[in-house]
T-cell receptor, first 110, second 111 residues
Framework: KQEVTQIPAALSVPEGENLVLNCSFT??????LQWFRQDPGKGLTSLLL?????REQTSGRLNASLDKSSGRSTLYIAASQPGDSATYLC?????????FGPGTRLSVLP | NAGVTQTPKFRILKIGQSMTLQCTQD?????MYWYRQDPGMGLKLIYY???????DKGEVPNGYNVSRSTTEDFPLRLELAAPSQTSVYFC??????????FGSGTRLTVV
């Protein structure tokens, strides 16, 4: 069974800091991994999708890496801003579906 | 291009009532999913569909039913609503290995 964990569960940083969010999964036989952002009371917005053949993907200040052999992915956020405050979730495939991590709740303080 | 559209956005039901949560996507995705998200918890899969006419149970299907008569629509039916079904419901669609697109959610309260 695929299990996904995320560390830390919550993180509070001052504006401008670089930060790393971690995602771990137990079954490394995945074909991609997706990072999402969820604002309070809202749906999930896709941030980055990494295919298994890729080691990383970048979008603006976000960079996600994937190490299948170790069952880990990291989301790096550069020069954090208060607008980055949200919950960040990772998801990996499992059968016909995806398994989601519990999320990391990020607060960026002005 | 609207993506995944869910209606209604909010609903209050009395115990024992029934309702249908609507989900429509205009991206011609074969895969569609229904999740529920309880406060402080992760997403739990209720039902999913890999194409029109094909549906299957997820992790928490009890108390729900779905149908998939067209590629675009994937409604979720709640029969005999219970307080345990108070949650936020998300519909999502996916095309192959290109990742999910989520709807904005339906916040349901059963009283």
């Amino acid at each position: 069974k695929q299990e996904v964990t995320q560390i830390p569960a919550a993180l509070s940083v001052p504006e401008g800091e670089n930060l790393v969010l971690n995602c771990s999964f137990t079954d490394s036989a995945i074909y991609n991994l997706q990072w999402f952002r969820q604002d309070p009371g809202k749906g999930l917005t896709s941030l980055l999708l990494i295919q298994s053949s890729q080691r990383e993907q970048t979008s603006g200040r976000l960079n996600a890496s994937l190490d299948k052999s170790s069952g880990r992915s990291t989301l790096y956020i550069a020069a954090s801003q208060p607008g980055d405050s949200a919950t960040y979730l990772c998801a990996v495939p499992y059968g016909q579906n995806f398994v989601f991590g519990p999320g990391t709740r990020l607060s960026v303080l002005p | 291009n609207a993506g995944v559209t869910q209606t209604p956005k909010f609903r209050i039901l009395k115990i024992g009532q029934s309702m249908t949560l609507q989900c429509t996507q205009d991206m011609n995705h074969n895969y569609m999913y229904w999740y529920r998200q309880d406060p402080g918890m992760g997403l739990k899969l209720i039902y999913y569909s890999v194409g029109a006419g094909i549906t299957d149970k997820g992790e928490v299907p009890n108390g729900y039913n779905v149908s998939r008569s067209t590629t675009e629509d994937f409604p979720l039916r709640l029969e005999l609503a219970a307080p345990s079904q108070t949650s936020v419901y998300f519909c999502a669609s996916m095309a192959g290995s290109y990742g999910y697109t989520f709807g904005s959610g339906t916040r349901l309260t059963v009283v």
